[in-house]
C-alpha cells in the first residue's frame, strides 16, 4: 500500500525536513517487506491567498485517485501507536492501493474536505504546527511499521 502525505505548504531545508527524511526513509526501509510504502510527500502552495476552501482545490488535486483520504485534525479520533499500526495493516489487508494523509494549513481543513475524509486523527486536544504535525506523522508512520515488523523500536 503506497503512503501518501499531501499537505499545504513547502518545508524548507532544517530541523524538521532532516526528521521527516530520516523517518520516511527508515518506514520505507521497515516498511518494503510489510507491503508498506513508498512514501510520498505532496506539498501544495496557494499563491493567492484564496484560503482553506483554495487550498482544498489543490489538495482533492494532489489526491491519488481512489486513495483512502485520512485528514489529521485534533477533532479526529485519539488513537495509540499499536492502534494505529492495527488501522494502517487493516487498510493494506483491506486491499487498497493508497492511502492518502491530509494536514492543511494555517486555517485547517476546509469543511467539505475534512466531511469526505474516511477517517480522522487526533494528535490531541492542541492545535500544533502544520510542519510540526507533519513531523509528528511520519515518526508514526515508522513506529507503526516497527511495531508490525516486530522490531523493539516502540516500548509500551
Ligand atoms: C495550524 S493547524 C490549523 C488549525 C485550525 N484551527 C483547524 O481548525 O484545523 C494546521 C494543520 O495541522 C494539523 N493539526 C494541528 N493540530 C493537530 C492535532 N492536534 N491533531 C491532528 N492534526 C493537527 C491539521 O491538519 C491542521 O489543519
Redesign the pocket.
Known amino acids: 500500500m503506497r503512503v501518501h502525505l499531501c499537505a499545504v505548504g513547502r518545508l524548507r531545508a532544517g530541523p524538521e525536513r532532516d526528521l521527516i527524511d530520516d523517518y520516511t526513509t527508515r518506514f520505507d526501509r521497515t516498511g518494503r517487506a510489510l507491503a508498506l510504502g513508498p512514501f510520498t510527500e505532496h506539498e501544495i502552495e496557494d499563491r493567492k491567498g484564496g484560503g482553506m476552501e483554495a487550498e482544498a482545490t489543490l489538495l482533492e488535486r494532489a489526491l491519488p485517485s481512489g486513495a483512502l483520504l485520512i ?4 477533532r ?1 479520533k485519539l488513537l495509540s501507536s499499536p492502534e494505529f499500526a492495527d488501522h494502517l495493516a487493516k487498510w493494506r489487508d483491506d486491499g487498497r492501493q493508497d492511502v492518502a494523509f ?8 476546509a469543511p467539505a474536505l475534512r466531511a469526505r475524509a474516511d477517517f480522522s ?10 510542519m510540526l ?1 507533519r513531523v509528528m506523522l511520519t515518526e508514526q508512520l515508522y513506529r507503526a511499521a516497527s511495531i508490525l515488523s516486530g522490531a523493539p523500536y516502540h516500548r509500551a
Open positions: 485528514t489529521l485534525d485534533e479526529g491530509v494536514i492543511g494549513g494555517a486555517d485547517g481543513i486523527i487526533s494528535f490531541g486536544k492542541m492545535v500544533w504546527p502544520h504535525v
